[in-house]
């Protein structure tokens, strides 16, 4: 068994996520999201979709973009 690297759960069916060189462990997908989402700028919260990426930054989508002073960001719908 692994234990989960957020909540330490010790689980029978937790999973690893490989990513930039590094080797995470959770036991869910909301453990996995907290540790490894990017949060929005404007509103802070995890960015678990598309969201969008202007000029360095990242938000969850085009409203919070342009509420910080992007121009030209849109949704795609």
């Given at each position: 068994m692994a234990r989960c690297e957020v909540c330490?759960?010790?689980?029978?069916m937790t999973f690893e996520v490989h990513?930039?060189?590094?080797?995470?462990?959770?036991?869910?997908?909301q453990c996995a999201i907290h540790r490894m989402a990017p949060t929005?700028?404007?509103?802070?919260?995890p960015i678990i979709g598309q969201g969008v990426e202007a000029e360095g930054q990242f938000f969850c989508?085009?409203?919070?973009?342009?509420?910080?002073?992007?121009v030209g960001i849109v949704d795609h719908v």
């Open positions: 330490g759960n010790d689980y029978r990513a930039q060189g590094n080797v995470h462990v959770f036991d869910c997908f929005c700028e404007h509103c802070s919260a989508c085009a409203h919070c973009a342009r509420s910080e002073g992007k």
